[in-house]
């Protein structure tokens, strides 16, 4: 389905999978839309654990991180619930999660919201919005399974941290991209990261 997106909210938990983030964050203002991001705690330590940057506050982690992703980025403290991107009235066109813990799976299909990624999610789900959901845990337990069914049930996409090798990538960050191009594909939006399947 086509959809006219400007703005999107990108909310980076303590999966792992800190490469699709910063992928997916560079591709989404590659192609001129604003973004919103929030990394949770467990986020901040994922992403400077995996992108290795040097272990700091929440702040030089994240100003790292968006120094990486090399654009205009409006950022918000996970704890910021009267943030722009808590509220239907204000919030973006689309969230997506990624990468997405199996706790904030949890939360968000239960509707708990504990922090604004969560909460940015349950917005997107009333309002009817784009909501993507990445997860990323092996193997998967009943419980991260029926989580991720009701939040699918209630509208979330699905797009599992599983990437395809039918493009044969020579390279990690070719795997990463299949992932993020899935990402794009869903949210409507055109991709140019990997090729489509042309019959073999
Ligand atoms: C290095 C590291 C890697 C982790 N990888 C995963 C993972 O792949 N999937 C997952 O569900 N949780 C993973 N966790 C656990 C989550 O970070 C933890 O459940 C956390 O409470 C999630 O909180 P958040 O969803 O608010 O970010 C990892 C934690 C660490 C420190």
């Given at each position: ?70 654009a205009d980025v409006a950022v918000h403290e996970p704890g910021d619930l009267a943030a722009p991107p ?115």
């Amino acid at each position: 389905m086509e959809r006219t997106l400007h703005h999107v909210f990108l909310g980076v938990t303590g999966a792992s999978g800190a490469a699709y983030a910063l992928r997916l964050a560079q591709a989404l203002t590659g192609d001129g839309l604003r973004l919103s991001l929030s990394l949770t705690d467990a986020g901040v330590l994922v992403v400077a654990h995996e992108l290795e940057l040097a272990r700091g506050s929440r702040g030089e982690v994240t100003r790292r991180f968006v120094e990486l992703i090399g654009a205009d980025v409006a950022v918000h403290e996970p704890g910021d619930l009267a943030a722009p991107p808590s509220s239907g009235s204000s919030g973006p066109d689309a969230v997506v999660v990624c990468p997405c813990s199996m706790s904030s799976a949890a939360h968000i299909a239960l509707g708990t919201s504990r922090h604004l990624v969560h909460r940015a999610a349950d917005v997107a789900l009333k309002e009817r919005r784009p909501l993507v959901l990445v997860p990323r845990e092996t193997p998967l337990s009943s419980i991260h399974l029926r989580r991720l069914l009701e939040a699918s049930e209630a509208g979330a996409a699905i797009v599992p941290a599983m990437p395809a090798f039918y493009h044969r990538p020579a390279t990690l960050q070719e795997a990463v991209d299949h992932v993020v191009g899935k990402v794009l594909t869903t949210l409507g939006l055109e991709q140019a990261l990997f090729p489509p399947w042309d019959g073999g």
